[in-house]
């Protein structure tokens, strides 16, 4: 049992940080999409929550000093945070807009945490939200949704800051040789990581179901879950009429669920504020470190498609600040749009994904517990929260990712205070010096066959094959295919380690 810790047993720092309050919310309308509250209104029911939570009410809200918003693809606003900080009654010297990336949750914390240890800032506000389901569903109803139209930030100042590169997530070669979506890059990586680990295509596609089974089981007991519904591997690894298949091997039980309407909230606060709003110490997590670093940034640049050295060196980098190891983590949640995304980050981290008894999720992860575009790792942490708070004294850990596991945020939480106050690095000088690949934009010739998918329609068609092939001189090419025969082949059976011949207009065959 761990030490049952309350934060009154010791002086603390006034500006160390502490998580004091967590909010979600969903919806999931049936009939007309016309009247239902705006994005922005779902963001403010995850604050007006996150304060409930908190059992400071709107207090911390108003008094926030810092709103930011996680960039947001089913509503576009200039300044959506200046949009957030009316609506929850905030005057901030500080909004916040995102570039797009799974990571910036977390990267937003560990930004803030240092924030209010520096004083620059007492409460912070983290809140983002998706309505993709409404989107769509207004698309075939054929309806208006009242916040689709003019800029609601118009009049409102410009951000502060603006936090994340917006680099393209792919190279004009990978997107010419039809690498852009990652329902087109992460199945490459699963087949990667199945060479690497040398099983066969069905052992390691019902691998992989058996986890996302287990995955499922942890959504059907969460109540912010947007598909609460136990699966069985069976059920996830087999094609059908509403589990087709997207990109080999993964059906679309495999894929991220970005079609939610999910919102959530956190308040961020120092001890000082937290005291003053009158916030139970119960309700208190602490940050206990954190780190971020992104992996050479194009996927045909890296030395391997099956792991992540960035995951690795932030891993190493946030055990080492919070002088803990991966044995002493109770409670975790590794980002996981896609079992290839999980598999990654537990490797790096030391964990057994499998193992029965530390299932590698809080929410059910991407697929099941809802992939809110770039916010599903504000959920996470809430969820993190929660489980902290009910198992007092023990320490958990996040992990955050985006564009095609290249940007990383980790953070360790416990609600027992960090022994030296919350830390943070950045590990990217590490990752630059790990190996590096020469990228060959115009090999015609042989090359081997390194990993593949095969991409289908909405009817199951295979539509192309796309395929990453190694020359002999260690460079890397890519390539495509769209001859039937072929694509069956790499479905039915397997071509990696094959011998292949690259023609001038980028594609291939196998010999």
């Known amino acids: 049992m761990p030490q049952v810790y309350a934060p009154g047993d010791m002086a603390l720092d006034p500006r160390t940080p502490v998580l004091v309050g967590v909010g979600q919310h969903q919806r999931k309308p049936q009939g007309s999409v016309v009247d239902l509250p705006s994005p922005v209104e779902m963001m403010e029911e995850a604050c007006r929550l996150a304060g409930t939570d908190s059992g400071s009410g709107d207090r911390l809200l108003r008094e926030a000093q810092s709103v930011q918003v996680v960039d947001t693809m089913s509503w576009r606003v200039t300044n959506p945070a200046a949009v957030l900080a009316r609506h929850i009654g905030a005057s901030p010297k500080e909004t916040v807009s995102t570039a797009v990336g799974g990571n910036t949750p977390q990267t937003l914390v560990n930004e803030s945490a240092l924030a209010i240890l520096r004083g620059d800032v007492d409460v912070v506000v983290i809140a983002g939200v998706e309505a993709m389901y409404t989107r769509n569903r207004a698309r075939k109803l054929d309806e208006k949704l009242r916040w689709g139209g003019p800029d609601e930030s118009e009049g409102l100042p410009e951000p502060t800051r603006r936090v994340g590169s917006d680099k393209p997530g792919t190279s004009e070669f990978e997107m010419a040789r039809g690498l852009m979506m990652p329902t087109q890059v992460y199945p490459i990586f699963e087949c990667a990581i199945r060479a690497a680990n040398g099983q066969g295509v069905h052992e390691h596609t019902m691998r992989i179901a058996e986890l996302w089974s287990r995955f499922s089981k942890v959504a059907a007991a969460n109540p912010n879950a947007w ?158 929260a929660g489980a902290l708070r009910d198992d007092p004294g023990s320490v958990g850990l996040v992990t955050a990712l985006g564009w095609y596991a290249t940007k990383h945020a980790i953070g360790i939480y416990s609600t027992k205070p960090p022994a030296e106050g919350f830390r943070w690095r950045s590990a990217q000088n590490e990752v630059d010096a790990s190996p590096k690949r020469d990228v060959a934009t115009d090999h015609v010739g042989d090359a081997n066959v390194e990993a593949y998918t095969v991409m289908h329609d909405r009817d199951g068609n295979r539509l192309q094959g796309l395929c990453s092939l190694l020359l002999d001189d260690g460079r890397r090419t890519l390539a495509t295919t769209s001859d039937a025969d072929l694509m069956r082949e790499m479905v039915e059976g397997d071509i990696v380690g094959r011998r292949a011949d690259v023609d001038a207009a980028g594609h291939f065959s196998v010999s």
């Open 227 to 384: 598909s609460p519904e136990e699966k069985s591997a069976e059920e996830i690894a087999t094609p059908g009429a509403d589990n087709r298949l997207v990109g080999f091997p993964y059906p679309k039980y495999m894929n991220a669920n970005i079609q939610v309407d999910q919102a959530a909230a956190l308040i961020l606060c120092s001890v000082e504020a937290a005291r003053a709003a009158g916030v139970p110490e119960d309700r208190w997590v602490f940050p206990w470190s954190g780190a971020d670093a992104h992996d050479h940034w194009f996927l045909s640049e890296r030395d391997t498609l099956a792991a992540s050295p960035a995951i690795a060196a932030i891993g190493r980098a946030a055990f080492e600040l919070a002088g803990i190891g991966i044995d002493d983590i109770a409670h975790l949640d590794l980002y996981s749009c896609f079992p290839s995304a999980l598999q990654m980050g537990a490797a790096a981290l030391g964990l057994d994904a499998w193992d029965p008894s530390r299932v590698p999720t809080l929410t059910g992860g991407l697929t099941f517990g809802g992939g809110p575009g770039n916010n599903y790792v504000t959920h996470s942490i809430a969820q993190l």
